[in-house]
């Protein structure tokens, strides 16, 4: 079936208004099944710990009721007469308290109408812009065996394209690729299970109905006749579902987890408050109620219906009734100045308080690798070439020498104004050109099998990932990527293609030998299968071709030492390479030099990928029906005896016609004209370079104790390479492999398999390392030929290999033996930075282990991977990141249509996958999250005091209350100063010490705790402490003040009156009133019980103006940070004194009573106290603060566990 197919598929714009149909219509069901009718009762029931834990519960609202209900009954004057006014302030109180109630028991509805409407609008802009012409990603040169995949091949307008998993729908006719594995895995697979795995539900056209997840087998069929394997073909398929309909529940149904922060303030509000504060205050306020309304008379409030209200009086500031409104508000502005920190969008907006999740985050897990921490393709880093040159040691001879490569990253803008990533290719030597003649073959053999020939190395790659599954520990990795880069710097051009006609003709050859036993210290390592890539060209003057040979350096140079030992009995390796160049003159390989190019390739094929490049010229011609197929070499393939000179290619006197006109057909013919007799040009180590912004973010994680915690799919070497580079700690106890381990077999193909894993057959030295055929591979004791392999004994012309280390710490192995490690030896697992062999069930269940023991999550991935949707959902904040862009070949600049630049269906699954996240960044913003947890972390330190200033100064309150009426005191303060006081000024006071700037400007590290439900005794007590030491001094103060004025400004009879010494008011029309002997006076003039109490509300009003100094910066000294600095501080004292003041002025109080000498003068002289007592406190809580920030830090960069050998 042709790749092009006019009646195959739906067109682009079908498929898109089907998805955008569906999306509508799963939105609309969800809703409808969670907000609207509720049929999941557990999506409305609120968590055991709510988001911000400040719901009010029953209690609460009974209290606040009960007592509003009274304060309207007490609303009464001297002569016992309602006074409207102040009942009708607690009326609306009362309707409040109610609307309260009910918007509370709707907010979880409202945080889902909020999901819903996001969602509901994401989909509505992408109706709106749907774009005229839909441009598809080009085709991924990645492996189908791995589980990353995010496109699928798909007819669409009658081409196969790269559609987006997630923008499948029914009607679709994809293509399984040989070998392709699902993008959502269940459970491991065995080695010896040759299938794919459906994507989504589908339909084969020959009527097979295929699950998510259901196997489909594959034949690898050879021609009898020629010999020749057949590549495999794929599969088509029609699509049953739509995959954006789980997207979309999974997305909308996330909910958040409880954190520290929600812990404390449940543990405050609902059991301090609600449990122990509230109605002790209660019970104490009606027993002195009860005892002043016995012993009160006519001329006392306490002998009216004021009594009713004295209790309530108490206990409302207690209540805090604006606590909710207040934090939906801080939440509100947070989640703005997150927003403008990272210059997202004015409409943004989300259901999770973000500022409170980011300054609680302990690690960050990065899920994705290429094109968020990696370069999109791997880059040259070292070439292998022989050289007759003096090495660094002086002394002449073939040896080979190893030039490092480095590339460079260059941010720029192309030409149509797409933001390029560009990596430049350089050599480290700078004076590299004096081996210029080494490496112009090798180029010229790059330039000749390069990555135009792409689509056919697909085929081949698929093809080679169904054998694998079939040979022990080997796996199909596409090392054979775009080096265009190399024959670029070296000054070839597509002129340099113009000695040769015609397309090349391609071959694939590959041997069926098992990977390298397991080294200790590697879990479920697998090699590269061995393989070569062979590419044709014909020569535009002569009659021979070209064959230009990529491969693994097993079978294009295969040599192991004991070919040598046995080379007299039997010849049984199939040899390509025969010869080197060594800059000057073709030469025949030595034993050291094939010893010295297996080792090399043995070191870093583990580490990262590794080719051999070798060159041959033929003078035959490959027969046309042959061209594209695959050959595989015989374990037993005998060789002909090697040449010591190679026939000149040059000249036509040493062949015959018949060597010109004789076509290749078979398999064995094929082998003996185009994989013997190689020139092997050298080696090429490509790697994945890291992006610099990613290892700066890495870094400066690390440095404010967020542990970077990196999830690789790969395997533990090549893993500990990249991690090394990024910066992440790979030692001998800082890597975890999440490998399942094998189970035991049971079968006896897998019997077969273990025994030669594992065990030595008693066979004859000889028998056991000759496999006469596939059937008996199981014989083959390939631990033998590891040990006498040269790739076990030091070289010092190679550079050292990042070796397996033993596994010293007994770390866990799998992610099932993660928990019974924590539980039952130490705590290691959460303290490293490293994760191998991961897939996305795997990660999914570790990042639930680290939430379990107390870890805040952060999950960054990419935005255009399917399979992160339940990691994002799992995670306490999630970031989707734009990968950087770059071309399939990097000698192109990223504009052309195969690029991910001006793919917008990739741009349309992005949008899609965003609704999963938090927020979608791009690349050049994710240097500024760990600017943006250190702000959360400031502005949280900032909250956290704040809410103690409210809770203390509510309680300051209430206790001032109880004093004055215990002491047989007037009520000290009325219901308009209670009212003012409780909602005015104290969240006035609290806004204004919240609200500093949002980036610190001080260097303070403040690393955030376990998340942990339980309260450390410690910081039970530094709380009683700290309000005993700060806020109860001042209770007093105000109480003995007031009595010292009563005292001082009335009689003695009329001391404890408030009737009485209202009649003793100033004196009218200048006349002073006369004293009696018992009589003072402050000044000329006496100063009635309501002047007073004006007096002592500017005073308490003073007071809390200057105790919430304390907590405007409350980890830096008075001396350095002034809290005069913070604005909203200084405004919010402003208006707390000008309405304090307005409202005596409004009450008829003179100026000049209210600020009289004498009561001024001990107002200063306490402030002055309370300052000099606040900067001892805060000194006293920065020490704390510093030794509990190194100890915690000590814990961050220790990783030593039970099993530590220091």
């Known amino acids: 079936m042709s790749d092009d197919d006019p009646d195959l598929g739906l067109t682009s714009e079908i498929a898109f208004d089907r998805l955008i149909h569906e999306a509508k219509s799963s939105i609309a069901e969800w809703y409808s099944v969670h907000v609207v009718n509720k049929l999941k009762p557990d999506a409305h029931r609120p968590n055991k710990v709510c988001t911000f834990s400040h719901y009010f519960c029953t209690r609460t609202f009974l209290f606040i009721r009960i007592s509003l209900i009274f304060l309207i ?64 990603s080009p085709k991924s040169l990645e492996a189908v065996t791995d589980d990353v995949a995010v496109c699928q091949s798909c007819f669409r307008d009658g081409r196969v394209v790269e559609v987006p998993r997630i923008m499948l729908v029914i009607g679709d006719v994809i293509i399984f690729r040989p070998g392709q594995v699902s993008w959502k895995r269940e459970k491991a697979y065995t080695q010896m299970e040759l299938f794919q795995v459906a994507p989504c539900n589908c339909e084969t056209f020959d009527g097979r109905v295929l699950a998510e997840g259901d196997r489909l087998n594959w034949d690898i069929k050879t021609d009898k006749k020629s010999g020749f394997v057949q590549p495999l073909e794929a599969v088509y398929a029609r699509v049953t579902c739509y995959p954006i309909k789980n997207h979309l529940e999974v997305a909308l149904s996330a909910d958040d987890n409880p954190l520290q922060f929600d812990y404390q303030l449940q543990y405050m509000i609902h059991k301090v408050f609600e449990h122990y504060v509230i109605p002790i205050a209660l019970v104490f306020s009606i027993l002195g109620t009860i005892v002043r309304f016995c012993y009160s008379d006519d001329e006392n409030l306490f002998g009216t219906r004021f009594v009713f209200a004295v209790p309530s009086l108490t206990v409302l500031p207690l209540l805090i009734l604006q606590l909710p409104l207040l934090l939906h508000f801080v939440k509100f502005m947070n989640n703005r100045e997150v927003a403008k920190f990272l210059e997202l969008p004015e409409d943004f907006e989300s259901c999770k308080d973000l500022v409170s999740i980011l300054s609680s985050i302990t690690g960050t ?194 040599v192991s030492l004991e070919f040598f030992l046995i080379l007299k009995k039997i010849n049984f390796i199939s040899q390509a390479c025969t010869h080197i160049w060594n800059g000057s003159d073709v030469i025949p390989m030595s034993k050291r030099l094939k010893s010295s190019v297996k080792d090399f390739y043995l070191r870093h094929s583990m580490t990262g990928h590794c080719l051999a490049i070798s060159y041959r010229p033929c003078f035959s011609k490959l027969a046309s029906s042959v061209d594209g197929k695959f050959i595989e070499v015989p374990l037993n393939q005998e060789n002909p005896k090697i040449e010591t000179a190679l026939p000149r290619s040059h000249s036509n006197e040493s062949f015959d016609e018949a060597d010109y006109t004789k076509t290749v057909r078979t398999a064995s013919s094929a082998i003996d004209q185009y994989f013997t007799g190689h020139i092997l040009c050298g080696l090429v180590v490509l790697h994945y370079e890291p992006i610099p912004k990613s290892v700066t973010v890495i870094e400066k994680l690390d440095q404010i104790c967020v542990r970077p915690v990196y999830f690789s799919k790969e395997n533990e070497l090549r893993s500990r390479v990249f991690a090394e580079k990024l910066g992440i700690e790979a030692g001998w106890n800082c890597h975890i492999s999440l490998a399942e381990e094998d189970a035991a077999p049971t079968r006896k193909t897998d019997v077969a398999h273990e025994q030669f894993v594992k065990q030595k057959p008693a066979k004859s030295k000889l028998w056991k390392r000759i496999a006469l055929s596939e059937s008996n591979l199981e014989f083959l004791d390939c631990e033998s030929l590891i040990r006498g392999s040269p790739s076990l004994r030091k070289m010092s012309m190679i550079s050292a290999k990042m070796g397996p280390i033993p596994n010293i710490a007994r770390l866990p192995t799998g992610v099932q033996n993660v928990r019974p490690h924590l539980e039952e030896v130490d705590n290691v697992p959460l303290l490293v930075g490293l994760f191998t062999d991961s897939t996305t069930a795997a990660v999914e269940e570790m990042v639930e282990i680290m939430q379990e023991n107390g870890e805040v999550v952060m999950v960054v991935g990419s935005c255009r991977n399917p399979s992160n949707t339940t990691l994002y959902s799992k995670a306490n904040v999630s970031i989707c990141v734009e990968d950087v862009q770059e071309s399939a070949c990097r000698l192109l600049d990223p504009t052309g249509e195969d690029s991910f630049v001006t793919s917008n269906v990739m741009q349309i699954s992005s949008k899609l996958i965003e609704l999963a996240t938090d927020f979608r960044l791009d690349h050049s913003k994710l240097l500024k999250i760990p600017s943006l947890i250190v702000s959360a972390r400031h502005r949280m330190s900032s909250f956290r005091h704040s809410l103690l200033f409210l809770l203390f100064s509510s309680l300051m309150y209430s206790v001032s209350l109880l004093m004055s009426t215990f002491f047989f005191l007037p009520i000290i303060f009325t219901h308009s100063q209670t009212m003012m006081t409780s909602f005015i000024h104290i969240p006035l006071l609290f806004l204004g010490t919240l609200f500093t700037n949002f980036e610190p400007k001080s260097k303070i590290i403040r690393i955030a705790p376990k998340n942990s439900s339980e309260i450390p005794k410690v910081e039970k007590m530094k709380a009683v402490t700290q309000f005993i030491c700060q806020f109860v001094p001042s209770a007093i103060y105000i109480n003995l003040l007031f009595l010292f004025l009563l005292m001082s400004n009335s009689n003695l009879m009329c001391a404890f009156s408030d009737i009485s010494c209202l009649f003793n008011t100033d004196g009218t029309d200048g006349s002073q009133p006369k004293l009696e002997f018992n009589e003072t006076r402050i000044g000329q003039d006496s100063l009635s019980t309501e002047t007073i109490r004006h007096i002592m509300g500017l005073q308490l009003t003073v007071i809390y103006c200057v105790l919430s100094s304390c907590f405007v910066y409350g980890l830096s000294s008075l001396w350095y940070e002034f809290p005069i600095k913070c604005l909203l501080w200084d405004a919010s004292v402003l208006i707390c004194l000008v309405t304090q003041i307005g409202y005596s002025f409004l009450r008829g109080v003179q100026l000049s009573h209210l600020f009289s000498l004498l009561p001024l003068s001990f107002l200063i002289i306490w402030i002055s106290f309370v300052a000099i007592v606040n900067e001892l406190i805060k000194k006293q809580r920065i020490r704390q603060f510093t030794r509990e920030q190194r100890r915690t830090k000590f814990e961050f960069d220790t990783k030593l566990g039970m099993n530590s050998p220091y």
């Open 365 to 558: 897990s990065f899920i994705d690798k290429k094109g968020i921490l990696s370069c999109v393709h791997p880059s040259i880093e070292k070439v292998v070439f022989a050289t007759n040159q003096a090495d660094e040691s002086g002394t002449l001879g073939i040896h080979l020498e190893v030039m490092n490569l480095s590339s460079d990253q260059e941010p720029s803008i192309n030409s149509k104004g797409y933001p390029s990533s560009k990596w430049n290719l350089s050599m480290d030597d700078p004076n590299w050109q004096r081996y210029l003649p080494n490496l112009l073959p090798l180029s010229y053999n790059l330039l000749l099998n390069s990555c135009q020939q792409s689509e056919p190395f697909h085929r081949f790659l698929d093809h080679l990932s169904v054998v694998s599954r079939k040979v022990p520990r080997t796996i199909a990795t596409a090392n054979r990527r775009c080096m265009c880069q190399l024959p670029s710097l070296l000054g070839f051009t597509s002129k340099s293609l113009e000695n040769f006609q015609g397309s090349p003709k391609i071959l694939g050859f590959y041997k069926k030998q098992p990977g390298e036993a397991p080294l200790p210290g590697l879990t479920k390592h697998r090699t590269p299968i061995e393989m070569a890539f062979c590419t044709i060209h014909d020569d535009a003057k002569s009659l021979h071709s070209h064959l230009a040979c990529q491969g693994t350096a097993n079978l294009v140079v295969d």
């Open 73 to 136: 009954v007490g609303s009464v004057d001297i002569e016992n007469r309602i006074t409207f006014s102040t009942s009708a302030v607690y009326i609306l109180l009362l309707l409040y308290t109610i609307l309260l109630e009910v918007w509370q028991n709707r907010i979880r509805s409202t945080a889902f109408q909020q999901k819903y409407r996001k969602a509901f609008e994401v989909i509505l802009d992408l109706e709106k812009s749907k774009p005229t012409e839909f441009k598809y």
